[in-house]
T-cell receptor, first 112, second 113 residues
Framework: AQSVSQHNHHVILSEAASLELGCNYS??????LFWYVQYPGQHLQLLLK??????LVKGIKGFEAEFIKSKFSFNLRKPSVQWSDTAEYFC??????????FGTGTQLKVEL | NAGVTQTPKFQVLKTGQSMTLQCAQD?????MYWYRQDPGMGLRLIYY???????DKGEVPNGYNVSRLNKREFSLRLESAAPSQTSVYFC????????????FGDGTRLSIL
């Protein structure tokens, strides 16, 4: 069965700090990888996605993620976080079908 | 452009009561999904529907039923609510291509006493 692991459950950063959130997936075939963000009280929104091509994917709001096939990883990065980035972040994958499997999420708190 | 619309936004039930959560999308998507979100557990798939007239179980289907009424609507029913079903429920839809993202509704916060 497919699974997605997010090892950082809670992350606290100061504004302007760099961010890296880990995501590892289990599916060994062709994967499609996603990062979603959920701001407090809101629904999930797509940050970025990878399905082929350049393994470095750029998304909205300055986020990027790198697909490293040899490590089964798709880590999310941002060079300088803002207070408004406070949210919960979910990594997800689809492998060979339309079902999206999510990780358990990472709560990011950015302090002023 | 409404996207995915869920009703109601909040609901409180007593144990044993029944309830139907409604979801509608206006993006002409074939695939629709119901998730529950619980602290520390992420989003878990309850049921999904690849097209009108078809439904399949997800990771946590017990205690739920679904109906894909037409292409636009996908409802989730709790026949006899239990406190363990207290959660936030999200509906989502997507195009059929695997590299397309899911679009989520605003969620229904359900409390069962």
């Amino acid at each position: 069965a497919q699974s997605v692991s997010q090892h950082n459950h809670h992350v606290i950063l100061s504004e302007a700090a760099s961010l890296e959130l880990g995501c590892n997936y289990s599916y060994g075939g062709t994967v499609n990888l996603f990062w979603y963000v959920q701001y407090p009280g809101q629904h999930l929104q797509l940050l970025l996605k990878y399905f082929s091509g350049d393994p470095l994917v750029k998304g909205i709001k300055g986020f990027e993620a790198e697909f490293i096939k040899s490590k089964f990883s798709f880590n999310l990065r941002k060079p300088s976080v803002q207070w408004s980035d406070t949210a919960e972040y979910f990594c997800g994958q689809t492998g060979g079908g339309n079902k999206l499997t999510f990780g358990t999420g990472t709560q990011l708190k950015v302090e002023l | 452009n409404a996207g995915v619309t869920q009703t109601p936004k909040f609901q409180v039930l007593k144990t044993g009561q029944s309830m139907t959560l409604q979801c509608a999308q206006d993006m002409n998507h074939n695939s629709m999904y119901w998730y529950r979100q619980d602290p520390g557990m992420g989003l878990r798939l309850i049921y999904y529907s690849a097209s009108e007239g078809t439904t399949d179980k997800g990771e946590v289907p017990n205690g739920y039923n679904v109906s894909r009424l037409n292409k636009r609507e996908f409802s989730l029913r709790l026949e006899s609510a239990a406190p363990s079903q207290t959660s936030v429920y999200f509906c989502a839809s997507k195009y059929d291509r695997v590299n397309q993202p899911q679009h989520f509704g605003d969620g229904t916060r359900l409390s069962i006493l």
